[in-house]
T-cell receptor, first 118, second 109 residues
Framework: GAVVSQHPSWVICKSGTSVKIECRSLDFQATTMFWYRQFPKQSLMLMAT?????????EQGVEKDKFLINHASLTLSTLTVTSAHPEDSSFYIC??????????????FGNGTRLTVT | GQNIDQPTEMTATEGAIVQINCTYQ??????LFWYQQHAGEAPTFLSYNVLDGLEEKGRFSSFLSRSKGYSYLLLKELQMKDSASYLCAVRDSNYQLIWGAGTKLIIKP
């Protein structure tokens, strides 16, 4: 089945620094990828939709300049958390759907990135 | 607004059967998904329903009633490894996924 790889699995950074998270579709081409954030004991919250070759679409309340998304190829999307603060500490998960399996195909998720900002 | 309701937590016994309910109110309907999420891990796909009725897949079954805005996930022959959160998600008319908060299932020996 479709596989989505996410890296790194966990990262600890100091407040004020930037962190880049990579999301790759390993066996399919994804024109669209989705970035979620999940706080403890809460559900998934869609942050933005990453579109290959064009600008990402951000959900209401998500700062575009703080969460930079780049989707430079059909298999890679990156999320950069800029000037990270402790409140950005969360579990970030990317996902994608294999377009070749139709509109009803499920989302496949990466393994997630646990970000801790100290 | 759009809303998905599921119980916060359920407890069941190893070997038993448990049913996790999900009710939804969304702008249109283009399918309902169930995902399993173990603590600290990403969700994994379990089932998909777009037509009314029961979809069976091994120990797991999922039911949908579109007229009632209702679904359930049925887990049989529970195993300790089934302890996880179960997420219900509905795709609305814009093909956006609306997520429930998840049901934490605790399996006791």
């Amino acid at each position: 089945g479709a596989v989505v790889s996410q890296h790194p699995s966990w990262v600890i950074c100091k407040s004020g620094t930037s962190v880049k998270i990579e999301c790759r579709s390993l066996d399919f081409q994804a024109t669209t990828m989705f970035w979620y954030r999940q706080f403890p004991k809460q559900s998934l919250m869609l942050m933005a939709t990453s579109n290959e070759g064009s600008k990402a679409t951000y959900e209401q309340g998500v700062e575009k300049d703080k969460f930079l998304i780049n989707h430079a190829s059909l298999t890679l999307s990156t999320l950069t958390v800029t000037s990270a603060h402790p409140e950005d500490s969360s579990f970030y998960i990317c996902s994608a759907r294999d377009p070749m399996t139709g509109d009803n195909s499920p989302l496949h998720f990466g393994n997630g990135t646990r970000l801790t900002v100290t | 607004g759009q809303n998905i309701d599921q119980p916060t937590e359920m407890t069941a016994t190893e070997g038993a059967i448990v049913q996790i309910n999900c009710t939804y109110q969304t702008s249109g309907f283009n399918g309902l998904f169930w995902y399993q999420q173990h603590a600290g891990e990403a969700p994994t796909f379990l089932s998909y329903n777009v037509l009314d009725g029961l979809e069976e897949k091994g120990r797991f079954s999922s039911f949908l009633s579109r007229s009632k805005g209702y679904s359930y996930l049925l887990l049989k022959e529970l195993q300790m490894k089934d302890s996880a959160s179960y997420l219900c998600a509905v795709r609305d008319s814009n093909y956006q996924l609306i997520w429930g908060a998840g049901t934490k299932l605790i399996i006791k020996p």
